[in-house]
C-alpha cells in the first residue's frame, strides 16, 4: 500500500551528483556558535552516510552534537548565531550547502523529514491533526480541502491510530503521547520522503509505548524503503532497529559499527562506558555504572582526545594528539568492515 503516488520532483543528477551515491552523506561538517562567551564548537569533523532502506543510529550524551548535525542536513540551524564554516552534506551526491534555494527546498521537508522529540510543541494546539495532516497535501500537491481530509485519515490509519476518521478533527492535546508521535510520524510520512530523521522520537515517551513507536517507525521504514537517521542518547532503544551506530562526543564520531558489534565489542573507552551504564535485568539492586564526569565545555575542549579527562585508560598521548577515527580490525589483520575507533588504544580496547 502506498499512501500516494511518488512524486517525481528529485532534481536529475547534474555534474558533480552521481545515482551512485549514498542517499545522505555529511562529510567533514563543523558547526560552530558564535556567543557572547566565545566560539562554542558543537560539530567538529562528522563524518557519516546513510543509505535507502538502512538505519543509522547516531548515539551520545547531551550536548554532544547530535541534533546540530540534523539541523545542519535539514537547513534548520540558527544562523546566527550558528555557522558551518566546512564540510559538505551531500543528497544522492549534490552539497546541498552550495545548491540554489529552489533547488534545496524541494529535498529539505519533501525528500528529508524529521521527526522530533517533542510532538506537543511540533504540532499547532489550535488546529485539528487533521487539518494540520491535510495542510501537507494543500500546500505541497494542490489537494482540496476533502481530498486532504481523506489524505490526512488514510495517514491516521496507516500510523495506527485507532478510528482515524472520527478523530480527525480532534486536536493535539486530545491525544496520548505516543499517539501524538503517530502523528508526528505520519506528517513526516506524507510525501513519502526518501529520509527520516527522527531526533529522540520516543524519549518522553514511557518504555512499552516507546517499543510501539519505534516498531511503527521501522515497519514504515521498511515498507518505504527510507533511509533512517535515528538520534538517540539511549543505547537501549537502538539494538532492534539500528543496521549500524555512530558514536558523538564532543562533535565528533568516536566509534562506527555494525550495530551488535558495538554491542559485543566496543572499540572505544566511551563507547564502554556507555554500555556498561545500560541497566540490565540481571544486576537489579546493583549500583547502575556511570561515566564520571561531565561533556567537555565546547567552548574549550579539552587538547587531545576530548574523552581524556574521563577516560580510565588516558595516557600521555590522550593529552595532546587528537586521536583520528581508524578502521579497527582483528588481532590477525584481518578487516572488519564498518568499523572504526578514535582512540589511541583502540587495540587493547577491543581485544584486550
Ligand atoms: N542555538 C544555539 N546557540 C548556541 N549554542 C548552541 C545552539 N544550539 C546548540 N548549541 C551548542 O551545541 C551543543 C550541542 O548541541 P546538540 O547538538 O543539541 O546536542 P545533542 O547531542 O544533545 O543533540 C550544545 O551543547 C550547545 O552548546
Ligand atoms: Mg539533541
Known sequence: MTIMDKT??????????????????????????????????????????????????????????KSVTAQAIMGILDMPPGKIPQGQILYRGQDMLTMSYEERRKIRGQKIAMIFQDALSSLNPVLSVGYQLGEMFRVHQGLSKKQAKAKAIELMDRVKIPAAAQRVGDYPHQFSGGMRQRIMIAMAMALEPDLIIADEPTTALDVTVQAQVMDLLKELQTEFNMGLILITHDLGVVADV????????????????????????PAHPYTRGLLDSIPRLDQKGQELYAIKGLPPNLLKIPAGCAFNPRCPKAEDICRTEIPVLVPVSEQDGSELPGRGSACHFWKETIHG
Open 242 to 265: 539500528a543496521d549500524k551506530i555512530a558514536v558523538m562526543y564532543a562533535g565528533r564520531i568516536v566509534e562506527t559499527a555494525p550495530v551488535h558489534e558495538l554491542y559485543k565489542r
Open 8 to 65: 517525481a520532483d528529485i532534481p536529475a543528477p547534474r555534474a558533480g551528483g552521481s545515482n551512485d551515491a549514498p542517499l545522505l552523506e555529511v562529510r567533514d561538517l563543523h558547526v560552530e556558535f558564535h556567543t557572547r562567551d566565545g566560539v562554542a564548537k558543537a560539530v567538529n569533523g562528522v563524518n557519516y552516510s546513510v543509505d535507502s532502506g538502512e538505519t543509522l543510529a547516531v548515539l551520545g550524551e547531551s550536548g554532544s552534537g
